[in-house]
């Protein structure tokens, strides 16, 4: 995994000197450098692993140091970040929230009931930080490896009291005015009496191109297409998996990676832009308690990120990196044994089993069971836990990310306003 740059880690030492010089002017009775740090960044990426606590990441990070023949972890990309903070997850009718309350906290900065998109508890229609921004002259790209009519994505331009009416989530897309939405495809792609104007032909009919696989994306490039929607092959015309703990398919899915960079690409850097990437198989894993799948599923993140780091090393003044989580799922420990006393973790069984699959989890729920307990990982529920999660971040203005905060701060530490 590459380490953060040495000439970055620099140039954020001299950025806090600068920041430091700028306070000095404020005391002295000039605030206008203050203001200009306070403004957003250029280019912002927010990274949200669904269902990712702390304690998956860590065990991601023990799995990548026992493939290299270590006790302890390795670092996945954005564990390198500079700043780390934490936020609290409660929802406004309960203390363990849902993805959809989570993702209006975060794009929208108030808290709402559980199963409620882009409205408050009131129900007032919220505005998320995505619209806000778009209104500014940012370009906007909403991207998911799960659907794209699902609760996190959906937060950040829906407003439905139900985050199950997916096709009239859908129907809402064309409202945002977003330029570039990216996912698996969609679910109830035709309504549900199965009557209704297929989510494609919708979306085109409203100036999208909406494009399934790599051939038909790059025809639309080529056209000259305005706003784009980004879609698996697999899922033309039909509904989108809505649960699988299997992952991408080798050769044929269009990587978190890949579908980042060609978001970013699709921008380019002469304007502003904003992109919320969710990887959500890390919740779905961890719902059915399969450690492997998860695993890969954070690792996938941590590449996405990757992604997104190249670009900050070639905008590092103007570039803002945040990775976080909706909840955490499952409640996963490293170490668990029905006695006391200390247990290592046996990643060798456990890689084993994966490898032998095919990096795909076919284990029955009994034989998943039987392979955690004798990995000794622990899991602690099917749902999802209340604890607060980790806020990853780097570069402009990632300073306001640092201790402990609730997850409605989020929208107002990007907007710096």
Known sequence: MKKIRKNVVIGLIFGALL????????????????????????YIFLFIGDGMGATHVA??????????????????????????????????????????????????GEKTNNGWLGINAEGDTLTSVA???????YKVGILSSVPVNHATPAAFYAHNCSRHDYYGITAEIPESGYDFLGGSGFIDYF??????TGSEEMLEESGYAVCFGEKEYEEAVAEGAGKIVLCQEQSKGTEAKTYSTVGQAPGKDISSGEMLEKCISFFGD?????????QGEIDWAA???????????????????ETALEFYYEHPDETLILVTADHETGGITLGATETRGEVNLNWEVMDSVWTASGREDK????????LNAKGHIGWTSNGHTGGPVPVYAIGKGAERFGGRYDNTDIKGKILAE
């Open 287 to 305: 719902h059915a308690n399969r450690t492997m799948p998860m695993i890969e599923s954070v690792l996938k993140l941590g590449k996405a990120v």
């Open 131 to 137: 619209k806000i921004l778009k209104d500014r002259g």
């Open 270 to 278: 002469e304007s502003p832009f904003f992109i919320m990437y969710e």
């Open 363 to 370: 284990l029955d729920e009994e034989m998943n069971r039987s």
């Open 59 to 108: 065990t991601a990070e023990s799995y990548l140091a026992y493939l290299d023949g270590e006790n302890g972890f390795r670092q996945v990309s954005f564990t390198e970040f500079p700043v780390l903070g934490m936020a609290e997850t409660y929802s406004a009718n309960n203390n363990v929230t849902c993805s959809s309350a989570a993702g209006t906290a975060i794009s929208c």
């Open 191 to 196: 309504g549900k009496d199965g009557n209704r």
């Open 19 to 42: 920041l430091i010089a700028g306070f000095a002017m404020v005391n002295l009775g000039g605030n206008r450098n203050a203001d200009i740090n306070r403004k957003p960044a250029k």
